[in-house]
């Protein structure tokens, strides 16, 4: 079993800046992916970013150079770094942890809520 902790939401300005933080525990896989999505009221969860455990990153293309996404596998932990924060950058975010190795290996974390005030 995998547990995810995602923390770091918050009400911040347009303009500002917020970091997630997700330290995943458990059976973790070696190779695998961390990511965030989001979901905002009446929207279908998308993926913002995500990180290989072999380096590639990858990012939806409405927060590239906004937002960075970096992990520390010495922790377990991968983290958002939003900045320029926009309002429609407003859902709850979700912390992703996967891997092909083993069918349905797939989890998330509980949500932490962005809202950006303009």
């Known amino acids: 079993q995998v547990h995810l902790v995602d923390s770091g939401g918050g009400l911040v300005q347009a303009g500002g800046s917020l970091r997630l933080s997700c330290v995943v525990s458990g059976s973790i896989l070696s190779i695998n992916v961390m990511g965030w999505y989001r979901q905002a009221p009446g929207k279908q969860r998308e993926l913002v970013a995500s990180?290989?455990?072999?380096?590639?990153?990858n990012y939806a293309d409405s927060v590239k150079g906004r937002f960075t996404i970096s992990r520390d596998n010495a922790k377990n932990a991968v983290y958002l770094q939003m900045n320029s924060l926009k309002p429609e950058d407003t859902a709850v975010y979700y912390c992703?942890?996967?891997?092909?190795?083993?069918?349905?290996?797939?989890?998330w974390g509980q949500g932490t809520q962005v809202t950006v005030s303009s």
């Open positions: 990180h290989s455990s072999d380096g590639r990153t």
């Open positions: 992703n942890f996967g891997s092909i190795l083993r069918p349905g290996y797939n989890y």
